[in-house]
């Protein structure tokens, strides 16, 4: 009597294994963050800090007159872990808005 389930048919039954396709399709999402709803307090030294804690950056602007930041991360996927640890993250006593943006 041979068992049920065991050793016979495919392995991953429900979920597709990722393909480097697709792999390489999130590659492709954008790497670049806007950071909105800064406190008038917050510094330069305090966003770095934040932004690389995740990942690598490139390219760091502060707009302080739009209390606003933009900074380009070397990956598309530090830029969505970042959006996803920190959108409505507080610094400062104000609620910051980050979003992915092309650029």
């Known amino acids: 009597v041979s068992g049920r389930g065991r ?7 429900g979920r597709p294994l990722p393909t480097r396709q697709s792999q390489k ?4 999402g954008p790497s670049t963050v806007s950071i909105e709803g800064l ?16 990942g690598p950056i490139e390219m760091f602007k502060m707009i302080p007159q739009h209390r606003k930041a933009i ?3 070397s990956s598309p996927q530090h830029a969505a872990s970042f959006q996803t640890s920190f959108h409505r993250h507080m610094i400062d006593l104000s609620h910051i808005d980050v979003s992915l943006i092309d650029g």
């Open 25 to 28: 399709a999130a590659e492709k």
């Open 7 to 13: 050793g016979r048919g495919q392995i991953s039954v």
């Open 39 to 54: 406190s008038s307090s917050t510094t330069e030294l305090q966003l770095k800090n934040l932004l690389k804690s995740i």
């Open 71 to 73: 900074a380009k991360f």
